[in-house]
């Protein structure tokens, strides 16, 4: 019997204009109308999923920022993460500020771009709340003055796939990396992603990783799709990521279709 709906936003529960269709608005209603819980588990930080989610106030648990903050349907914070200064300082040094727009986020929503220009405006825009601009970034973090629990890097698909790769090379063993949309890749500290998000979090609610399921899109959601045997991928999704899901699927709205027609089977056997 499943018990709990992971959903990812974009790309997934939001369409291509970053709102929720009524479609999926009305299957959502139907899955808390048949005793569903609801999970949002994003790249986004929480003060942007709270905007996204105001037809569901204080409806559903949130896993923002990969992994970095837990928070139950209540809002009381269950877990935050975040780099030691000293990594998140090296990390932002290795970035080349020629190619990319970086932001350094922290739990608590706030989040700091090196440069306020044209380009690191546009990127703003779409994170749905604005961002201070720290001219000294590096002496920011060496000083600890607040703690990076995600690095979120813009730039070109291709540019970012190799930065990825240097990072990981550069970095053994002290980071996680995901490429979360076409132009952005999220690096976030070692073993902090949905997948242990979502894990914190069904401990502290009791359920089974096989009472969940998880709706995504992308390669920061394979890591809650590695906790159950229900997992969506969207139909648009890479390759890679629909073969690794248990069912693909057009729609949250037809995912939760699929959930709730499972768990009518489940209680009739």
């Known amino acids: 019997m499943i018990k709990l709906i992971v959903s990812d936003l974009d790309g997934t529960l939001l369409d291509k204009s970053k709102q929720i269709n009524e479609r999926d608005r ?8 048949s005793g569903l ?18 037809p569901f106030p204080n409806n559903y648990h949130a896993v923002g920022q990969n992994g970095a903050t837990v928070r139950l349907n209540n809002e009381r914070l269950l877990g935050a993460m975040d780099f030691a200064p000293e990594l998140s300082l090296r990390l932002l040094q ?19 771009a090196r440069v306020d220009n044209e380009v690191s405006r546009s990127v703003e825009n779409r994170i749905m709340s604005e961002s201070s601009t720290h001219h000294k970034l590096e002496e920011a973090l060496a000083n600890d003055e607040f703690r990076c629990s995600k690095l979120a890097c813009f730039g070109e698909l291709g540019k970012l796939s190799k930065l990825e790769a240097q990072l990981n090379r550069q970095f053994p063993g002290q980071i996680e990396t995901f490429i979360s949309d076409k132009d ?34 992308s390669f920061n959601d394979l890591s809650m799709f590695a906790l159950t045997p229900h997992s969506f991928a969207m139909v648009e999704s890479h390759d890679e990521i629909r073969e690794q899901a248990s069912t693909v699927v057009h729609s949250v709205a037809e995912a939760i279709e699929h959930i709730i027609a499972y768990n009518a089977m489940s209680v009739a056997n």
Request: glycine content about 6%; charged content about 25%; hydrophobic content about 45%.
């Open 184 to 217: 952005c890749l999220d690096i976030m500290p070692l073993n902090v992603s949905k997948g242990t998000g979502i894990s914190l979090l069904i401990r502290e609610l009791a359920i089974a990783p096989h009472e969940i399921a998880c709706i995504g899109d």
């Open 94 to 112: 290795a970035v080349p500020r020629e190619e990319f727009i970086s932001f350094v986020h922290c739990t608590d929503d706030s989040y700091y």
């Open 37 to 54: 819980d609801l999970c949002i588990a994003s790249g986004r930080m929480n003060a942007e999923i709270t905007v996204i989610m105001r």
């Open 26 to 33: 009305s299957a959502v209603r139907k899955a808390y109308e």
